[in-house]
């Protein structure tokens, strides 16, 4: 089963940031390094989560590892964004949480308070989300060899009922829903960090998007048609990503896409633009025309939803890329998330 | 839900080598700390994989972080230890491995090819362990935050049937199987280090144990009361866990306890004993006195399990604890693993 060298079109000599960043860097990693050796020749689209058989019973399982700097943020924490991670990267491929296993690599010296608090923040997201920590591990490498903690969670989920979702049955057309504004946790990572002379009331948006994919689920079912939390890449990628899988070309509307006025400021500072910055509380959901409106309804009946926006559609053109609608009328493409503008955000 | 700081017994200033050794400082810290915040009150014993139960299918469930250094070393990897590590603690719990994910936290700079070896590594010993490579995620961190690279593999398995083990199902009578000789792992990667002035042709033991595991099953099925892959902190470290849990004495007959003359000699100028040293193709079984010899038979039968062995038995006395009988007549008391006389093993 030795895999040819030909299947390997990674050719970059060495590891950089930008390969851990979730942009084009990442999928060049992944797609010409890791799926032709560890997922056989037809790994198909690299979903949030993997659907999984045992005895009949269909599972869904999905794992991150979090190496966010700092390890504490306005809105959350490492151990937050560990469990919420996991939980959102569940729900969006249509699964609920059920079990999750964390594993720690501490470096010696470690306070153990600092431990402890990130422990704790674990737990507290894990009951507000309804999910059991069944188990873990723990590993301490040398002063030196780690950044005081890095956390990987495992998840397997319950697939909800009524729902299937695949970039196959996006349809030119279907509308594109986001539940809130965007940029919040990538702004606020690095406000926190210092490195820019600005500051801004700004929190992390780091929470379970449970509560309101089960509402979608429940009022538009089949109709939904795709969901993704748009983490690392943000927004732009994860669209990208969409419109490359589904062939078909997705046009957002700007002055529909929620975005506060102090992430636009950072970002402009910055030379960024807010649709490549991570959320870790927001997710996308591609839903079918007819079922759009009782779609946003339930969003916004639901807690945490009420800032939940149509803000783009399905169309046939541009195929497989992602354009923007300026206010003016003009139209740009976005591409996905090149380089690491931001390293470490999660 | 807020856990009461009385029931944190964790009471260490800060995190050292010796608390991902896997001997008694690791128990102080998953027992002080992680069990109170996260398992809730009742955890039950901490075992190799967690069991649970989603739409009516029981599911096990088991998660580990290597951090190994050397990365490579004679007879394995990394990537190796990564598969099997995860594919034996579900064995030993009773499973067979089904799905893989896979995180890397990779150090910025670090090479493909080293990198590529090691996804290598990790697809071979998938598919000589028969199971799937199902997802994964990679983290990249700056250069001097990690040590190369860190690799977690969570593994979800199907239960074997006709096999439910447990210490409490453990009887003075029992006997105890060690599947063969113990301490190359440990030793290994010591050698492989170079800080010892000495050579020894040496191989880790690292491989599925899936079908010894398989074999017993087959064999002695529900006469199999508690299995355990005695990796950080060794056979003593394995045992002394099982005599706590059962609370009955468990007394090994040191003669019988298979350790190669190399490891006998570098634990001797180590001033170690070969039954704390770690192992990763090695496990331990507990069965009935009536089934002994046909589970001995079985696991000679079986490729990889020619060398097991019995080593020792159950008893009432000295409870919770493990004792060795010497050639001699002579009897000393084997604690758990203390402190970190060799980190970094896994």
């Not at 996991?86 to 491929?93: E, K």
């Not at 500072?269 to 839903?287: C, K, S, T, Y």
Request: with cysteine.
């Amino acid at each position: 089963m030795a895999t040819p060298a030909s299947k390997i079109k990674f050719r970059e000599p060495q590891i950089e940031m930008a390969h851990g960043a979730g942009g084009k860097a990442s999928r060049r990693l992944v797609e010409g390094l890791f799926a032709p050796l560890l997922f056989g020749s037809n790994p198909g689209p690299l979903g949030d989560a993997a659907h999984i058989q045992i005895n009949g019973t269909r599972i869904a399982m999905t794992t991150d590892s979090f190496v966010v700097n700092p390890l504490r943020f306005p809105g959350g924490s490492i151990g937050e964004l560990a469990i919420n991670g996991t939980v959102n990267d569940l729900a969006v491929s249509g699964a609920k949480a059920e079990a999750i296993v964390v594993t720690y690599v501490l470096e010696a010296g470690l306070s153990t308070e600092v431990l402890e608090a990130e422990v704790r923040a674990m737990a507290q997201a894990a009951e507000k989300a309804g999910v059991r920590i069944a188990g873990g591990d723990t590993k301490v490498v040398e002063h030196g060899k780690a950044d005081r903690m890095y956390i990987t969670t495992t998840g397997i989920g319950r697939l909800l009922p009524g729902i299937a979702i695949s970039p196959q049955s996006v349809r030119p057309g279907d509308k594109v829903l986001l539940s809130g504004p965007i940029g919040d946790h990538g702004i606020t990572i690095v406000l926190a960090r210092g490195e820019l002379d600005l500051q801004a009331d700004l929190r992390s948006d780091t929470r379970s998007v449970l509560p309101l994919v089960q509402a979608l689920a429940c009022q538009a079912g089949p109709d939904v048609r795709w969901m993704r939390d748009p983490t690392r890449g943000g927004v732009a990628t994860s669209l990208n990503e969409l419109a490359r899988d589904c062939g078909h070309g997705i046009v957002l509307f700007e002055e529909k896409i929620p975005v506060r006025d102090s992430v636009r400021g950072a970002c402009e500072l910055l030379g960024l633009d807010p649709l490549h910055i991570a959320n870790e509380g927001q997710f996308l959901a591609i839903v079918s025309p007819e079922h759009c409106d009782a779609a946003l309804h339930a969003l916004h009946a639901t807690p945490g939803g009420e800032e939940a926006v149509l803000i783009g559609e399905v169309r046939e053109q541009p195929p497989g890329m992602v354009s923007v609608i300026t206010p003016y009328g003009g139209n740009r493409l976005v591409d996905m998330l090149v380089g690491d503008p931001l390293p470490r955000i999660c």
